[in-house]
């Protein structure tokens, strides 16, 4: 059956006539007439009866009628899926863990508001891991710091985040690596934490070898660190809502390790509307100009 005769079927049922529904639908009787033989030439059914000057659905009629609105909202709702200019469906979003407890809270409740048809998938990791999970198309968008440039990732910045190292609020203060011990024990994230690699760095160029103990969130760095276990690098944006943050101690880095950028990412070619429509919002909220063309 043509899903067109389907709508002139139920046009026909819901005005109550054939002129009426030709009127609705902008086609002429004769038009709306045949459609309708049509259909029970299909079916070998008489869709209507009737009678003197009127139509009746019957029983056949009511049957199909079900069938044939359940149809409609099915074609409908496809066509509305395949619109892609119109935010809707799943964004899959990864996040490293200073930026979804800082800076992107406002910006998902814009963005919740502004567009409620997607559904915003949300997961914190660290920039190494959030990157492979863009790339394998795993993630459709992740919000990282410093990513390494690469020809099949599209990078955006964002906005610009100060670093500084932290220690237990007793500690002197702490200007290069060589005012720590020979072996010091350092409170950072994995490996794939670029937070975690600038400060290895930081610690070689003053020929210091650390040891580390891995945390999984910033409160519990923080708190490690404020026991006196070891020193670690932190954005300030993160301390600002640290609630015993007069229990540590912070120490400036110099201008070389001092700024992270952080930055959205995703796959090469692989923007969609829902990226376009999140990068909007949220350099809306961030105001930092950071913006998606509608060309890419």
Not at 156 to 172: D, G, H
Request: proline share 5%; hydrophobic share 45%.
């Amino acid at each position: 059956m043509d899903i067109s005769d389907l709508v002139v079927f139920v046009a026909v049922v819901e005005e109550g006539g054939i002129t009426p529904a030709a009127a609705r639908l902008n086609r002429v009787p004769s038009n709306v007439t045949a459609r309708i033989k049509k259909l029970e030439q299909q079916l070998d059914q008489d869709l209507f009866v009737r009678e003197k000057n009127r139509l009746r659905v019957s029983v056949a009629g009511e049957q199909l009628l079900g069938h044939a609105r359940g149809m409609i909202r099915m074609r409908d709702r496809a066509l509305d899926d395949m619109r892609l200019d119109v935010p809707r469906g799943v964004l899959k979003l990864g996040v490293i863990e200073m930026a979804a407890a800082t800076h992107l809270i406002e910006p998902m409740v814009g963005f919740h508001k502004r567009y409620p048809d997607v559904t915003l998938k949300l997961q914190t990791a660290p920039t190494g891991l959030l990157i492979e999970q863009v790339m394998k198309g795993e993630l459709d968008l992740a919000m990282v710091s410093d990513p390494v440039r690469d020809p099949g990732l599209e990078v955006v910045p964002v906005f610009q985040e100060t670093l500084v190292l932290v220690s237990s609020s007793n500690r002197k203060m702490i200007k290069t690596p060589e005012d720590l011990e020979e072996c010091p024990v350092i409170i950072a994230f994995s490996h794939q934490c670029s937070y975690r690699k600038r400060l290895d760095e930081w610690l070689k160029s003053g020929a210091r070898q650390a040891k580390a103990i891995n945390i999984q969130s910033y409160h519990a760095l923080l708190g490690c660190i404020a026991a006196g276990m070891g020193v670690g690098m932190v954005p300030k944006a993160v301390l600002e809502i640290f609630p015993f943050k007069a229990s540590v101690r912070t120490h400036a880095l110099p201008e070389q390790w001092r700024h992270s950028d952080t930055c959205l990412v995703w796959r090469k070619g692989a923007v969609t509307t829902n990226i376009k429509a999140f990068s909007s919002v949220l350099s809306a909220d961030l105001n930092s100009g950071a913006m998606i063309k509608a060309n890419n």
